[in-house]
């Protein structure tokens, strides 16, 4: 059910942005994100190339698996890398970012928030059943369930709505349990008022804290080393690039 949380900010943000008109500063900032090689080091942003300059109306969720396949078999981000992410990005996009309430007085939270959260966020975006990643197992679950393409076109519709619902399979999921355990373990305050409503939804067992059978984690220990794995395709389509980075982004402030 966590893991869903997460997912469908990742969804919406990302859509969301598919048609946004950048600011020049906007298009340069995330431009330099994605061109960073530390950042691609941990984050692989050029990954997502693919949504940047491919059809809205195509299915997120082969880029999605390849940018999961490439982040989970990395190292980690390191504060710094992930605090230089967050400056860069909230200054060059604030008049954007300012839309959704946010001002520069702010970031140094932002990038206080992000180094806590990104361990655990990280665990979770790494999560494997079997040889398939969560991520891309409970995208194709989803996209099955709702009998729709996963695209950027549709998200906005399906999750920008309180008439969609979210199956069980996907909700209750093994993946999900798991998710759940880890953040339980994190940071149990977060969880703990909704426990009873999980209970109800997904069985007692689904906050035991225990980690199904089948169920991995595969983040590698360490940092990542620099990468030059870069591309200037990023500038073709801002409206594509902004969703693009937006999904990275938003799996790493979730």
Do not use: H
């Not at 977060?190 to 009873?196: A, G, I, Q, R, T």
Request: a negative charge; one cysteine or more.
């Amino acid at each position: 059910m966590l893991s869903s949380s997460f997912l469908t900010l990742t969804l919406l943000l990302a859509a969301s942005s598919a048609t946004a008109q950048l600011s020049s500063s906007c298009t340069t900032a995330l431009g330099a994100v994605a061109q960073n090689s530390d950042a691609n080091a941990c984050l692989s942003p050029s990954s997502l190339i693919s949504l940047a300059v491919g059809s809205a109306d195509t299915s997120i969720i082969d880029p999605i698996n390849t940018w999961v396949t490439n982040v989970c078999t990395r190292g980690a981000c390191s504060n710094d890398t992930l605090a230089d992410i967050v400056t860069n990005v909230t200054a060059g996009c604030s008049s954007e970012l300012g839309t959704l309430g946010f001002d520069s007085s702010q970031t140094s939270t932002v990038i206080s928030m992000v180094q806590e959260a990104y361990p655990t966020v990280r665990k979770v975006v790494c999560l494997k059943d079997g040889d398939t990643y969560c991520a891309t197992e409970t995208l194709n679950d989803l996209q099955t369930s709702l009998n729709t393409t996963l695209s950027l076109t549709n998200i906005v519709s399906l999750f920008g709505s309180d008439d969609t619902q979210i199956p069980s399979n996907v909700t209750c999921s093994d993946c999900s349990k798991a998710a759940y355990s880890i953040v339980k373990a994190d940071y149990p305050a977060l969880v703990s008022d909704d426990e009873s409503d999980i209970q109800d939804e997904c069985g007692v067992s689904f906050t035991d804290g225990s980690s199904p059978s089948g169920i991995s984690q595969t983040a590698p220990s360490g940092f990542a080393a620099a990468s030059t794995d870069n591309d200037s395709a990023w500038g073709f389509k801002t409206g594509g690039q902004f969703a693009a980075v937006s999904a990275f982004l938003a799996v790493l402030l979730a």
